[in-house]
Structure formats: structure tokens, C-alpha cells
């Protein structure tokens, strides 16, 4: 349980001597305020809170993955600043574990694509999908499996990219033509690939639980500071 302690009295007479400083003195401190503490989630809080739930393997993740909407206007009422996690690359399963549930995965990695064939490891960078994959699953050829198999495990070979074939996604580290036409292949299966899998999902509240130790220790101070400098400004 986190609880938001801050000295409304102190709050409550800052806001008052803002509101008779200028009209624009009290929504710049708001704005200031809220920006602040959304950077603060991103730069700061959130890889603290990140340790505390996830394994993290890789520190920067956090804030390569993380952005900051920034507060605007004038209307105090309506003024909201905003820090998550983008839809991108290591960033694009947070949604899902903020809330939990059920979720259909298509390519669930298996723990051969993994650093030391670790489960719980990080995928190795050789092993990410983004950088290119062979599917011509879908695509209609005079081949037969066996040798459509074939020809995608020598296309894996050449180009070092995995390859799809029915429901796993391969790679090729080696392939060479024995005597008598026999073809050798070594494989390594990477990812499941299922585009009806469903993947259950704890909910961690990673985000929710990361702005509100923030607001715990940073959003009184934050809201003096930004006072004191509308205070500086205006009675210049």
C-alpha cells in the first residue's frame, strides 16, 4: 500500500498566494509539476520499481523503451502528464503485464533462442526476429515440404536469418551436401509459432505502482520548487 503524504496547509497557502501572484503564476507550476514527476518516473523511479518486480537483464531497457507525454495548456482541470512504456521492440508486452489476463502470442520464445539456453535468460540478440525471417509459408511453390525445408534451412544458412516452417521458427548454423546427394543440416528451434496460442499474463501494476512511490516522495517537492520559481519570476 503507498500512501500520498504531503502538508495540505502548505500546499493549500502556496496555491493561494499563486492564484493572487498572476493569472499564469498556479498553471505553470501544475504543468512544471506534473512534468517533473513524469520524468522523474522515467528517469528515476522506474528502473528502482523495475528490480522490484522483474528480473531485469538489461538496466537501460527502462528508459530506451520509456516515454514522457508532457503536460500542456492552461486548464488546470485538464492538465494530465503521462510516462509508460512505448508500443515498441522490449516495451511492447507491458500493457499486457501491467493488467494481466490472457494473450494471443504468435512467436513465443523457446529457452534455445536465450542467452545459455536459459529459460528465464535474455534473448540473444542473434535471435531477434526483427533483424529478418524467412516465411514462405504462406506462398504457393511446385516444391514438396521435404524440399522447401530444404531450400529455406540453405537460405537460413546463407543469410543468418531463422526460418519459419509449420508452427516453429528454425535456425540453420550449418549445412553442407554429402556424398551421394545426402544433405546434412544443423538446426536449432528458436520459437514456438502459434497464431492461436494464448500466453497467461500475471499482472504486476509495474507502471501504477512506479508513479505512485514518485508521488510519494517527489510530488510536494516538486510542487514548492515550481511555486518558488513562479515566485521568482513574477516578483522580479
Known amino acids: 500500500m503507498y500512501q500520498l503524504n504531503i502538508d495540505t496547509k502548505e500546499i493549500t497557502r502556496l496555491t493561494g498566494v499563486l492564484?493572487?501572484?498572476?493569472?499564469?503564476?498556479?498553471?505553470?507550476?501544475?504543468?512544471?509539476?506534473?512534468?517533473?514527476?513524469?520524468?522523474?518516473?522515467?528517469?528515476?523511479?522506474?528502473?528502482?520499481?523495475?528490480?522490484?518486480?522483474?528480473?531485469?537483464?538489461?538496466?537501460?531497457m527502462f528508459k530506451v523503451f520509456s516515454k514522457v507525454d508532457k503536460a500542456t495548456g492552461w486548464d488546470v482541470g485538464a492538465?494530465?502528464?503521462?510516462?509508460?512504456?512505448?508500443?515498441?521492440?522490449?516495451?511492447?508486452?507491458?500493457?499486457?503485464?501491467?493488467?494481466?489476463?490472457?494473450?494471443?502470442?504468435?512467436?513465443?520464445?523457446?529457452?534455445?533462442?536465450?542467452?545459455?539456453?536459459?529459460?528465464?535468460?535474455?534473448?540473444?540478440?542473434?535471435?531477434?526476429?526483427?533483424?529478418?525471417?524467412?516465411?514462405?509459408?504462406?506462398?504457393?511453390?511446385?516444391?514438396?515440404?521435404?524440399s522447401q525445408f530444404i531450400a529455406d534451412a540453405y537460405m537460413s544458412k546463407k543469410l543468418g536469418l531463422p526460418f519459419r516452417h509449420n508452427k516453429t521458427i528454425f535456425r540453420a548454423s550449418s549445412f553442407s551436401r554429402l556424398k551421394k546427394g545426402d544433405i546434412r543440416i544443423k538446426l536449432r528451434a528458436l520459437y514456438t509459432s502459434k497464431t492461436d496460442q494464448s500466453v497467461n499474463v500475471k499482472a504486476t501494476k509495474f507502471i501504477e505502482k512506479t508513479a505512485l512511490q514518485t508521488i510519494n516522495i517527489k510530488a510536494e517537492k516538486f510542487y514548492k520548487r515550481a511555486a518558488n520559481q513562479q515566485f521568482k519570476k513574477f516578483f522580479k
Open 19 to 60: 492564484r493572487d501572484l498572476h493569472r499564469a503564476a498556479y498553471p505553470n507550476a501544475v504543468r512544471q509539476t506534473l512534468n517533473d514527476l513524469a520524468f522523474d518516473v522515467k528517469q528515476r523511479q522506474m528502473p528502482i520499481t523495475a528490480k522490484q518486480i522483474f528480473t531485469v537483464r538489461n538496466p537501460n
Open 79 to 146: 492538465m494530465r502528464a503521462e510516462a509508460g512504456m512505448l508500443n515498441k521492440g522490449a516495451g511492447r508486452t507491458f500493457d499486457e503485464q501491467e493488467e494481466g489476463g490472457t494473450y494471443k502470442h504468435e512467436n513465443v520464445p523457446l529457452a534455445t533462442a536465450r542467452v545459455g539456453g536459459n529459460k528465464k535468460g535474455k534473448i540473444q540478440s542473434s535471435n531477434y526476429l526483427k533483424k529478418g525471417l524467412i516465411d514462405r509459408s504462406k506462398k504457393t511453390r511446385n516444391r514438396s515440404a521435404r
